[in-house]
C-alpha cells in the first residue's frame, strides 16, 4: 500500500495514515547517495584550493572504497606544502608544489579497496579525474564514472583523460542530483521528541 492509497477500513482515517506505519518516500536516491558520500569524503581533504571525494560501488550498490586527496600517509600536512609553485618567479621551487605530493581522491579510492576487485564497479567522483587516474580507472575495471564538476575540462591532462576512456569505452556522465541539498544536523537526527531541546550529545545511545 502505498501513501497515496490510505487503508481506512478501520474506520478511523487519522490512524489509518500515520505517517510512521508508511514507507518514507523522501528517502535518498542511490546516485545522489554515493555522490553524497563522495562530498563528504571531499570534507576530509586539506586542501584549501580543490577538496576532492571519490566513491567505488559495486554492481549490487555496495560501497567498495571511498577516498580524498591529501598527502601520503604520515606525511605530514603541517610539514609539506599545499599551495603551488608558480613557475616564472626567482623564488620557483617545485620541491614547494603540492601536486608532487598529493595523491588524488580517485588514487586513494582503488588504494582503499584493498585489492577487491573492481571490475565493472561505479566511480562516483566530485572531479572529473586527470590522466594519471584515469589510467588507475582504467587498469582497475571501473566501467562507468559519475562526476559533479569538470570546471578543468579544456586543461591537456582532462582532455586526455576523455580521449583514453572514450577509446576503451569507460563511461562517463555529469551527475543530475534528485534533490538539491542533503541537510546533516547533528543536534537534531534521531530525537525522539521533535520539538525536544536535547542535542544528540545529550541522548544515551
Ligand atoms: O582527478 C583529480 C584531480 C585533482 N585532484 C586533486 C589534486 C589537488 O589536491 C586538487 C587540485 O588542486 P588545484 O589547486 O585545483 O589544481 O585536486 C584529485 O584528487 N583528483
Not at 508508511?22 to 576530509?44: E, G, P, V
Not at 604520515?74 to 620557483?92: I, M, Q, R, T, V
Not at 617545485?94 to 573492481?118: C, Q, R
Not at 559533479?148 to 591537456?156: C, H, I, R, T, V
Request: charged fraction near 25%.
Amino acid at each position: 500500500m502505498s501513501v497515496e492509497e490510505p487503508n481506512l477500513e478501520n474506520g478511523n482515517a487519522s490512524e489509518a495514515m500515520a505517517p510512521e506505519s508508511h514507507k518514507r518516500n523522501d528517502y535518498l536516491h542511490w546516485d545522489d547517495y554515493f555522490m553524497a558520500t563522495s562530498i563528504l569524503s571531499a570534507k576530509r581533504s586539506k586542501d584549501p584550493v580543490t577538496q576532492v571525494g571519490a566513491c567505488i560501488v559495486d554492481s549490487q550498490n555496495r560501497i567498495v572504497a571511498i577516498g580524498y586527496n591529501g598527502f601520503p600517509r604520515n606525511c605530514s600536512d603541517d610539514e609539506f606544502p599545499w599551495s603551488k609553485a608558480k613557475k616564472g618567479l626567482d623564488d620557483y621551487d617545485p620541491l614547494e608544489d603540492k601536486t608532487m605530493y598529493v595523491v588524488h581522491a580517485e588514487a586513494n579510492a582503488i588504494l582503499n579497496s584493498n585489492g577487491a576487485s573492481l571490475t565493472g564497479t561505479r566511480l562516483y567522483t566530485t572531479l572529473f579525474p586527470c590522466n594519471e587516474c584515469t589510467k588507475l580507472i582504467i587498469q582497475s575495471g571501473i566501467s562507468q564514472i559519475l562526476y559533479l564538476s569538470d570546471k578543468y575540462a579544456e586543461k591537456p591532462k582532462y582532455r586526455a583523460s576523455k580521449r583514453m576512456l572514450d577509446a576503451v569505452g569507460v563511461t562517463y556522465k555529469k551527475h543530475q542530483p534528485k534533490q538539491k541539498e542533503i541537510i546533516i544536523d547533528f543536534d537534531n537526527f534521531l530525537l525522539e521528541d521533535p520539538n525536544s531541546s536535547l542535542g544528540l550529545s545529550d541522548l544515551q545511545l
